[in-house]
């Protein structure tokens, strides 16, 4: 039970754990393990975290917010030499695939 105490608190919206729930039921029956098994009060204390949560956010006008663009640390053609680096040694090694096969 320990390791759905760990999933459940990664759930982090009132709608992914619906998903999280209604995946867990259909695994449960499934492999035709009891529902009884599941610690219903952890998924109901979890819901209703959620839903104070989300409550709150709704009331204080809880807007999300992205990261600001950020400054690029390398230069457009540091990353395509990035990119030409990996296709050379992707021809190299298809080329010694093939050697070896022969």
């Given at each position: 039970?320990?390791?759905?105490?760990?999933?459940?608190?990664?759930?982090?919206?009132?709608?992914?754990f619906?998903s999280?729930?209604?995946?867990?039921?259909?695994?449960?029956m499934?492999?035709?393990?009891?529902?009884?098994?599941?610690?219903?009060?952890?998924?109901s204390?979890?819901r209703?975290?959620?839903?104070?949560?989300?409550?709150?956010?709704?009331?204080?006008?809880?807007?999300?917010?992205?990261?600001?663009?950020?400054?690029?640390?390398?230069s457009?053609?540091?990353?395509r030499?990035?990119?030409?680096?990996?296709?050379?040694?992707?021809?190299?090694?298809?080329?010694e695939?093939?050697?070896?096969?022969?």
């Amino acid at each position: 039970m320990g390791e759905l105490t760990e999933r459940v608190s990664e759930v982090s919206s009132t709608s992914e754990f619906d998903s999280f729930e209604s995946e867990l039921t259909s695994a449960l029956m499934r492999y035709g393990v009891p529902l009884a098994t599941v610690s219903q009060q952890t998924l109901s204390e979890h819901r209703e975290y959620l839903e104070e949560k989300e409550a709150g956010q709704e009331k204080e006008g809880y807007k999300s917010t992205s990261r600001p663009p950020r400054d690029s640390d390398a230069s457009d053609d540091e990353v395509r030499s990035l990119f030409d680096d990996r296709n050379r040694c992707e021809a190299v090694v298809e080329r010694e695939s093939k050697t070896s096969t022969h």
